[in-house]
Nanobody, 115 residues
Framework: QVQLVESGGGLVQPGGSLRLSCAAS????????MNWYRQAPGKQRELVAA???????NNTDSVKDRFTVSRDNAKNMVSLQMNSLKPEDTAVYYC?????????WGQGTQVTVSS
């Protein structure tokens, strides 16, 4: 079945960086819009960044100029480079693949920003 597997989460100090990756299998990856969502405790899941099949990107305002989403279609991977991390970035980060009515979620990876 379709799998989206996130990696790269962990504990980092404020101001630090992390790079999340999501490896996709059993989808025609290059056709999908790939998204990163996050969910903090007690909050709704929110869209963080997206990259279309054509490579256009969009970030939510709270992470603009700090987070960068990219994709490697040859490797079926999407990444999220996160710089200047803040405690409020603490959340479980999810990879989400979307192509019309076809939608798949990864299992999530925890990111904790704390001193």
């Amino acid at each position: 079945q379709v799998q989206l597997v996130e990696s790269g989460g962990g504990l980092v100090q404020p101001g630090g960086s992390l790079r999340l990756s999501c490896a996709a299998s059993r989808i025609t990856f290059s056709l999908y819009t790939m998204n990163w969502y996050r969910q903090a405790p007690g909050k709704q899941r929110e869209l963080v960044a997206a990259i279309t099949s054509g490579g256009s990107t969009n970030n939510t305002d709270s992470v603009k100029d700090r987070f960068t989403v990219s994709r490697d279609n040859a490797k079926n991977m999407v990444s999220l480079q996160m710089n200047s991390l803040k405690p409020e970035d603490t959340a479980v980060y999810y990879c989400y693949a979307q192509l019309g009515s076809l939608r798949y979620w990864g299992q999530g990876t925890q990111v904790t920003v704390s001193s």
